[in-house]
């Protein structure tokens, strides 16, 4: 009988035998955890769906906003007209400028869409802890972003550009900036801004980390100041009062940033509790 009983429990040919209970659980668990398994197809499938997606929506934001171009166009506009004139030598220029203007500010404006379906993507492939700090990064980094390029083209740009086109004089000074020259200006004025506010973001990050304290910050605040003016003379054109529009906030964040790790970095232990 005893003999009868082992070969029943002996799995059959071909048939695997059963895993141990408690590993079938926590294999499950972690699926779980993973928000599923999926096949090299199946991923290459939500892939192209939200590719399809992302595109759409640019495609869709940017027809919106070159049939209505004259809001991101406004402060370039009152300072021109106040001025001068704009004024291009290519034929396709003057086209191509208004097309580069409304692909950019589509893309911006659909910032928040595009991280969403990166983060649809990626999230099922991450633990449930791992989810709980990648999301609100994403949230805060995009944010930051579009707060640093917001702050840049509606408010810094429109002063640097007064102060420089105040220069004009009728008599014989015209001012008559160049259609291409001007958005590569402001492109690139426009995405170092955005990283630029990254920095409390990254700054938060470190100081959780541990890798950083306000002990830190403090003592290397000069060579921060320094960095921070020759980044500000690299990503701007040789003048002064761009690098004054670039570097002043950066140091105004420089000294958010420490705030931030005062507040939320690791903090020096007492000798009282050292010892204990």
């Known amino acids: 009988m005893a003999d009868k009983e082992k070969t029943e429990a002996l799995p059959t040919d071909g048939e695997p035998a059963d895993k141990n209970p408690e590993e079938n659980q926590e294999a499950e668990k972690k699926g779980e955890e993973l928000g599923g398994r999926m096949t090299f197809i199946e991923h290459l499938e939500e892939l192209r769906q939200r590719i399809i997606i992302s595109l759409l929506t640019v495609a869709a934001t940017f027809l919106v906003i070159y049939s209505t171009e004259g809001y991101f166009m406004k402060p370039l506009r009152d300072v021109v007209k106040k001025y001068g004139s704009f004024q291009y030598t290519s034929m396709t220029e003057g086209f191509m ?117 306000v002990g830190f910050l403090n003592k290397n605040r000069k060579y921060a100041v320094l960095i921070i003016f020759v980044l500000a003379a690299i990503f701007t054109p040789p003048d002064v009062v761009s690098q004054l529009l670039l570097a002043g906030p950066m140091w105004a964040l420089f000294e958010i940033s420490v705030l931030i790790t005062w507040i939320f970095g690791p903090r020096k232990k007492k000798p009282a509790e050292e010892a204990a």
């Open 97 to 213: 400028f208004d097309v580069k203007i409304a692909l950019i500010s589509a893309i911006f404006v659909s910032i928040p869409m595009l991280f969403y379906q990166l983060w649809a993507f990626v999230a099922p492939g991450l633990y449930k802890k791992e989810r709980r700090y990648v999301g609100p990064f994403i949230i805060a980094s995009t944010v930051s972003f579009a707060a640093g390029a917001a702050f840049f083209y509606f408010l810094v740009f429109p002063l640097g550009a007064q102060f420089f086109a105040s220069f004009a004089e009728s008599e014989w000074i015209q001012f008559n900036p160049k259609l291409s020259e001007t958005f590569s200006f402001v492109v690139m004025m426009v995405f170092a801004f955005g990283f630029v506010f990254e920095i409390p973001l990254i700054t938060f990050i470190l100081a959780r980390l541990g890798i950083i304290n």
